[in-house]
C-alpha cells in the first residue's frame, strides 16, 4: 500500500515538472523579420522550437517519470539499481529546498510573461513600451531571476543520472560517471550563466537604444535580478 509521504511526494514531483515546462513555453510566437532585433547572441538556442520542445519534454517528463519511481519504490515494485539514489525519493530538507526554489522561480516567470502580455517573446523584439510597473518596479530582469531558479531546482531533484535514469542507462556506464555529477552540474549551470548574460548584455543595450533616459533612469533606480541586491 503507497503510503501518503510517497504520494504527496509524486504529487509535489508532478506538478513541479508541469511548473517548469510552463516555464520553458513562449507565451506568444517569436517576432517576424521587420520586429526582429538583430542583436540577439543566443537567440537562436533558446527560442527555436526544437530547443523549446527540448526543455519542455525534459523538465515535464523528468518529473514524471521521477513521481513514478517514487511510487514504485515505496510500494515495492521495483527494486532499486546499484546507482540509484534512494534519498532522491523521499521527503528531505534538500528537496523542500529545491521544490521552494522552483516554486518562487516559476511565480517569478510567469508573473513576468503576464506583466509584458504580447510583448514577451523569447526571441528579441523591439518593443513599444518599457514596463515599470508590477514586478518591473523592482526588478529589470525576473524571468531571468526565475528561470535560474527553475533550472537549479530540476537539477537538484529530478535531472541527474542517480535518479530516474539508473532504470535505463547501463550500469558501466554510471559506473563511470559516478563523483562526476557535481562538476557536470556546475558546468551546465555555468553555460547557462554565460548564456544568460549574453542575453542580459542584448537586451540593455537594446532597451537603453529604444528607449534612452527614460530607461538609464528606471534601471538606476531598480535592480537586475535581486531585489536590494544585485
Known sequence: MLSLSAISFAIATILSGHLASLCFKPPNPNPNASQAWA?????????????????RLISFGSGLLHAVVTLLLDCGAASPPRFLNQDLFHWTWT???????????????????????RRFTFALAKPDELNTKGIYAYLQHPSYTGI??????????????DGWPAYFVSQNILG???????????????????????????????????????????????????????
Not at 542583436?39 to 526543455?55: C, P, Q, R
Not at 528537496?95 to 502580455?117: E, H, I, T, Y
Open 39 to 55: 542583436k540577439d547572441s543566443v537567440g537562436f538556442f533558446i527560442a527555436h522550437s526544437w530547443s523549446v520542445l527540448a526543455w
Open 176 to 230: 563511470s560517471l559516478r563523483g562526476w555529477g557535481f562538476l557536470c552540474h556546475a558546468a551546465a549551470i555555468s553555460l547557462s550563466l554565460y548564456s544568460l548574460g549574453r542575453r542580459v548584455h542584448d537586451e540593455e543595450a537594446m532597451l537603453k537604444e529604444v528607449f534612452g533616459d527614460k530607461w538609464v533612469a528606471w534601471h538606476r533606480r531598480t535592480k537586475r535580478f535581486i531585489p536590494g541586491v544585485i
Open 148 to 161: 535560474v531558479l527553475v533550472v537549479v531546482s530540476i537539477q537538484m531533484l529530478f535531472v541527474r543520472w
Open 95 to 117: 528537496a523542500l529546498l529545491g521544490f521552494l526554489f522552483l516554486f518562487v522561480g516559476a511565480a517569478m516567470r510567469l508573473a513576468a510573461f503576464g506583466a509584458l502580455g
